[in-house]
């Protein structure tokens, strides 16, 4: 038992840190133990608290409109196939890729009828010629079924969300016998279904700013070759791809250990400075100033948390963000989107069980293998879902991503000569950014900053429509970035800032 004297000790203690002025007492995480690493400095100065911005009623509306059961009708369809393998029959109705995919083109154009037109339902196709060593023994056609939906400001930008609906054994080659390939990868198959229902009965209402684009991808187990073809056609296209929404293995929440957070919580890899398609100069810089955690990918993981965090009562979900391309030596098909220089993430369920990955369908000694139905949450990938619609749809209503913010390397620094400007020399951060051509949805710009040692952004500060700004902080002690707010209050992703000289 606490004494007296130790209660009334710790009592004064606490009135003098109080009294003092001392840092405020360290707080606790959601699961109890002290949130060690998020600090309390540098001193929040400059701007204000960051509220996670909040989704339309419009928005909610749509994500609420996403149903579990039609999930599973959709994952259970594509099961039922047998296998989905890349090099599987294309000749049967009831077994193999090819009956896949057609199910698939002829369910998206049902759903796309409501939008008189606005969704333009398509299944390209190109050969792949034979790739024994990836799985592949025989050449195909690899052919994606997909949607689009142009926008009405800017339809060259473009949100792009991807999951593969190929599947596979322990061998890699077996194209003949069953995969189910449930979790992996008909969970995320399950999420674009569900968006294009929903868009296709309310786009011809409600049409989006910038483009989008709901693509189910083949060829994923054998070597990413739906999302290469897709990746590669859009940007021989010069299409302004900001974001690619990549879901592979979204089933579930229920994976050992059992536990309530994992069956909400999703997780989301992105990518630094190694996937970065800029000049090595520029790289360099970025790794040198500390800045590789700001990269493109995981500034959209990021946005994607923050969205979520805003509309968590109808999504039930928290995001995760990890700082990394992938899990362990594994892969995904928004690795080529990354390779021609457009921002992807991955997303992923909580926690994976490979006991139902890439395995023959079997039972051994009591313990099931293979990639069943049975271990698919469809609750949970219906929350997944919600995230990704939520996110998709705020990036796509917002402003364009501010273009060309830098700042002045010789400004809030040391004196090259004794003319230095006076004014130079105080230890504070200059920004510019182009403010032309307006976007018509922009209201302002803010610059939004945190701490080196927080993941997510942590203040804001409105700086109106100008093209520049100073803060009186040090860049040493923190990391910046601009957003475009729209009228109606949808924010942009956050850019990271080069030096003008780049």
Known sequence: MVSQALLLLLGTATTLASELSFPPPTTLASNGYANWGAGTWPPA????????????????????????????????????????????TTTSLTRGIGAARKWLLKEMQ?????????????????????????????????????????????????????????????NGSDYENDAPGADDNASAVSIALEMVRILGLSVAKNQPAASIIISAVAGEEQGLYGSTFLANTLKNASVNVEADFNNDIVGTGSNAPFNKLNQHTIRIFSGGTDILDLPEATIDEIITTGYQDDTPSRNLARFIQEVNAGAAHTTEMEVAILYKTD???????????????????????????????????????????????????????????????LGMLSMANAPDLPKNFTYVPLYGFL????????????????????????????????????????????????????????????????????????????????????????
């Not at 996670?52 to 009708?73: F, G, K, N, V, W």
Request: with cysteine.
């Open 327 to 389: 899990r362990f030596d594994r892969g995904g098909d928004h690795e080529p989107f990354l390779e021609v220089g457009f921002p992807a993430v991955r997303f992923t369920e909580s926690n994976e069980n490979f006991f139902h990955q890439h395995q023959d369908p079997r039972e051994e000694n009591g313990v099931v293998f293979g990639d069943n139905i049975e271990f698919v949450d469809f609750d949970y990938t219906a929350r997944v879902g919600k995230v990704n619609m």
């Open 415 to 502: 004196a090259s000569d004794e003319q230095a400007p006076v004014a130079s020399l105080d230890n504070v951060v200059m920004f510019n950014w182009n403010t032309e051509p307006k976007d018509p949805l922009l209201d302002h710009f803010e610059i939004v900053w945190r701490s080196m040692s927080s993941q997510q952004w942590t203040h804001t500060l409105d700086v109106g429509t100008v093209s520049t700004a100073t803060l009186d902080i040090s860049r040493d002690n923190a990391v910046f970035g601009l957003r475009a707010v729209g009228k109606d209050g949808k924010k942009s992703p956050a850019v990271l800032a080069l030096p003008d000289s780049f």
């Open 110 to 170: 049902e759903y796309a009828k409501p939008a008189n037109g606005m969704i333009k339902v398509s299944m390209p196709c190109y050969f792949q010629p034979a790739e024994p060593e990836n799985g592949l023994p025989i050449g195909v056609d690899i052919c994606n079924v997909q949607a689009e939906i142009k926008g009405t400001v800017d339809p060259n930008r473009t949100i792009v969300y991807t999951g593969h609906y190929d599947s596979r054994r322990i």
């Open 45 to 88: 100065s400059v701007g204000v608290p960051l509220v996670p911005q909040t989704a339309d009623s419009e928005i909610l509306s749509l994500i609420s409109q996403i149903d579990p059961a039609r999930m599973e009708h959709t994952i259970r369809t594509l099961v039922n196939f047998g296998t989905r393998h890349t090099a599987s």
